[in-house]
């Protein structure tokens, strides 16, 4: 679970006006044990219309850089200021976005529960925003790219649209990165995900392409360069580092296309560079705020993979009582029922579509048979169902009409 305790949160240690629109904040967070910091660009007209909301743009930056980098050498400021977004620019140092298996030189850090449980729901308390995931985004470049595509895949219910620009999207391929990544902020060899042979299904649980499914539904943004230099390259040794971007970028691309899954694909000559993620914002900024203008609805019925033994998406909350990892499949998901497959024996609490105190009728088909019941809706409108699939098993509710 990525929440921060109630009545917790980042405290303000600073706040520093940079520019007409871009303020940085210095926090001192509960979830990560120290401070950090970040940056917001505030929309233009911000402070004269104390009434009129935003969505935002979570823009995450690249290995080696920082919460600094869009705005000192990606032109963020410029490419975003004749559009009515907040862009929160905030720091991850090389932590992939993620928590952290093993401690490295900052402890076992937690990014991913630091910004989606404790970081996103400041900003929606702190600022003028549009608290809803039809007016949320996130995009990124290279190791950023990653957390975009990472974030939104097992968050879909979290971000409407995530965008991509020379991304790390599919780590079963050349994972020495991201260990070279968790090495320079202090890590060993397994410190982010874990021992690649060992716990692979923990990288595969945060990997784009694995989860590419899950992206059914959001509006997605690839772009990448193929390592051969181009337009802004003056010398003509090819980029290893975005040749081997563009190979992984390729094949979420492909994949999302094997899936049916909607996106826009870009593709071209040109390096691991700022010149080229520059272009990509400018290009894809104004795209994504007319995704907020008209953002599509999420998707019913729904499918969503996940190897956490507890997990939510859209409402729906599944925990297992298992002790070891593998992938779990939710599956054709709506009010009148669900698919589980996997094993273990877990519990299943719907979203709250349900009338508080109503019995429904339920059906439950799994590996004990086939069996009819009751089942009443809490005070929030909750149905719940404990199951048992067994080894590779599925289970089938059909949940009926009021009685």
Avoid at 243 to 251: E, G, P, W
Avoid at 379 to 403: D, Y
């Amino acid at each position: 679970m990525i929440g921060a305790r109630p009545g917790t949160g980042p405290a303000v240690v600073s706040r520093q006006v940079l520019g007409p629109r871009l303020v940085e904040y210095t926090l001192d967070s509960p979830v990560l044990g120290e401070t950090t910091s970040l940056r917001i660009l505030f929309p233009t007209g911000y402070g004269a219309e104390p009434d009129v909301r935003f969505p935002v743009l979570y823009l995450l930056h690249g290995g080696d850089d920082d919460y600094r980098s869009w705005t000192d050498k990606g032109e963020a400021a410029e490419t975003t200021e004749p559009l009515p977004m907040i862009v929160v620019m905030p720091d991850a140092r090389n932590g992939f976005y993620s928590n952290w298996e093993k401690a490295g030189r900052h402890g076992r850090t937690p990014w991913e529960s630091f910004h989606l449980g404790e970081l996103l729901p400041w900003v929606d308390r702190t600022f003028r925003t549009l608290a809803q995931r039809e007016s949320r985004a996130a995009a990124g470049l290279s190791m950023g790219g990653f957390g975009a595509f990472s974030y939104a895949a097992r968050h879909p219910d979290l971000f409407v649209a995530a965008a991509s620009f020379s991304g790390v999207l599919d780590t079963n391929r050349h994972p020495w990165i991201t260990e070279i990544a968790g090495r320079r902020d202090g890590g060993g060899f397994g410190a982010i995900w874990g021992d690649r042979l060992t716990r692979s299904i923990r990288w595969r649980a945060h990997n784009p392409w694995d989860l590419a499914e899950n992206l059914r539904g959001s509006v997605l943004f690839v772009r990448t360069g193929n390592g051969v230099p181009g337009e802004f390259d003056h010398g003509l040794a090819p980029d290893p580092v975005e040749a081997i971007v563009f190979h992984q970028s390729t094949r979420l691309h492909k994949r999302l296309t094997a899936l049916g899954i909607d996106h826009d694909w870009h593709h071209g000559r040109g390096t691991h560079d700022w010149p080229y993620w520059i272009r990509d914002l400018r290009e894809t900024a104004p795209l994504l705020a007319g995704v907020f203008a008209d953002p599509p609805p999420a998707p019913s019925p729904f499918t969503f993979t996940s190897a956490e033994p507890e997990f939510e998406a859209w409402g729906w909350r599944v925990s297992f009582s298992r002790q070891h990892k593998e992938f779990t499949i939710l599956s054709d998901v709506d009010e009148h029922g669900f698919g589980l497959a996997r094993s273990g024996a877990p519990t299943v609490r719907t979203a709250p579509r349900y009338e508080p105190g109503e019995e429904y009728k339920v059906r439950v088909d799994d590996p004990s048979g086939s069996r009819s019941a009751t089942s009443r809706a809490d005070r929030g409108g909750h149905l719940t169902f404990p199951l048992k699939l067994g080894p590779g098993g599925t289970a089938r509710v059909e949940i009926g009409a009021t009685r």
